[in-house]
């Protein structure tokens, strides 16, 4: 299998898995896609070289836009706190 076409199924099932409720708001989720998706990431940089590993790695960052948006929220935490 080609890591192209399994980062595009890994893309097609978090849509697929962002339609179901959650009572959690999808954190669990979202933790399990991270999982996955960082090996297809290693893989699609080693397979097809840098430019197609950062597309890879634009796709997931839309995907898991909030996961990735309190990860900087709270590394600017800890750079504030460590600065003061």
Do not use: T
Not at 20 to 43: C, E, M, N, Q, T
């Amino acid at each position: 299998m080609d890591p192209l076409l399994a980062i595009g199924l890994w893309v097609v099932v978090a849509f697929a898995l962002s339609a179901i409720p959650s009572s959690d708001k999808h954190w669990r989720l979202a933790y399990g896609l991270i999982v996955v998706g960082l090996p297809l990431l290693i893989w699609i940089f080693w397979r097809h070289g840098v430019l197609f590993g950062l597309i890879g790695l634009v796709a997931g960052c839309l995907v898991l836009r909030w996961p990735l948006y309190y990860f900087w929220q709270w590394l600017k935490r800890k750079a504030g706190r460590g600065a003061g």
